[in-house]
């Protein structure tokens, strides 16, 4: 056989078993209809962004010491790990219709009464205060909050704010990033505004409509865009700021009342 034969089928064989070798390591497929190059991505993972509901009233002796902890708590976690929204009610000046009716649907005919602490919906359910001192209540939100920031979220939530007419105008998206399909699923978002009295940390002024989302299939995405009521206002004719709004958006399931994600917006 000649040399230049021997070279050939040298090279050849080379290239086979290099074939083969890359295809028993997953990198391609060997099939009737050629080669193909196989996905290697793994699973996108979000960490979870907890949302707690804190329900008050002005008269309330003991809500003072609930908005404390809680107030601490966003401070030391940021609002990537925790949103706090203080929702106001029965008229007591800074409650709105939106917050009177959401309180009643998380609560229907059980026991009302505040402070009532909803952490991401009815996931978890603290209502009054677990002990007469600071310290004691502080530790029985950060563990009830702690437990919640372990579990994997399913959902990623993405959403930008432009300002049109003195409006902000919110859109974004909500992508399933887990290997099930979900479903009874809803977005939904609030307005909050930032009081200088205490208990006045970004109290809720503005609820939106829930939007339905159709049953979601893993990587799938659903659009989203909202318009609040609320207007931007100056605080005054001299002061050129506008005032400070909180904007928050989130994903509720409608049967359980459970929120499986939340994004607050810079």
């Not at 432009?162 to 979900?182: A, C, F, Q, R």
Request: hydrophobic fraction near 35%; charged fraction near 25%.
């Amino acid at each position: 056989m000649k040399t230049t034969q021997k070279k050939s089928i040298f090279i050849c064989l080379i290239i086979l078993l290099l074939v083969l070798g890359l295809a028993s390591n997953g990198i391609f497929t060997l099939g009737t209809l050629g080669v193909f190059a196989q996905s290697t991505d793994s699973p996108k993972t979000v960490p979870r962004t907890v949302l707690a509901e804190l329900f008050v009233q002005g008269s309330c002796s003991t809500c003072p010491t609930a908005e404390f902890c809680l107030e601490d708590l966003v401070w030391r976690y940021g609002t990537s790990k925790l949103i706090l929204v203080q929702e106001h009610l029965w008229g007591d000046g800074y409650d709105i219709p939106e917050t009177n009716a959401r309180y009643n649907w998380y609560v229907g005919d059980s026991k009302k009464g505040t402070p009532d602490l909803f952490i991401d919906g009815l996931t978890k359910r603290l209502q009054d205060l677990s002990c007469d001192c600071v310290e004691g209540n502080y530790e029985c939100y950060k563990d009830a909050i702690d437990k919640e920031l372990t579990r994997p979220s399913l959902l990623d939530i993405s959403a930008s704010k432009t300002i049109s007419e003195s409006k902000y105008i919110i859109e974004g998206s909500v992508k399933n990033i887990s290997d099930t399909p979900l479903k009874d699923l809803a977005v939904c978002g609030m307005v909050g505004k930032e009081g200088d009295a205490p208990g006045l940390y970004n109290y809720i002024q503005d609820i939106f409509t829930f939007q339905n989302i159709p049953t979601l299939l893993p990587g799938a995405t659903f659009n989203f865009k909202f318009i609040p009521e609320i207007s931007l206002v100056r605080k005054s004719e001299i002061d050129e700021e506008k005032e400070t709004l909180h904007l928050v958006i989130f994903v509720q399931n409608l049967e359980t009342k459970k929120v499986l994600q939340a994004f607050y917006i810079e």
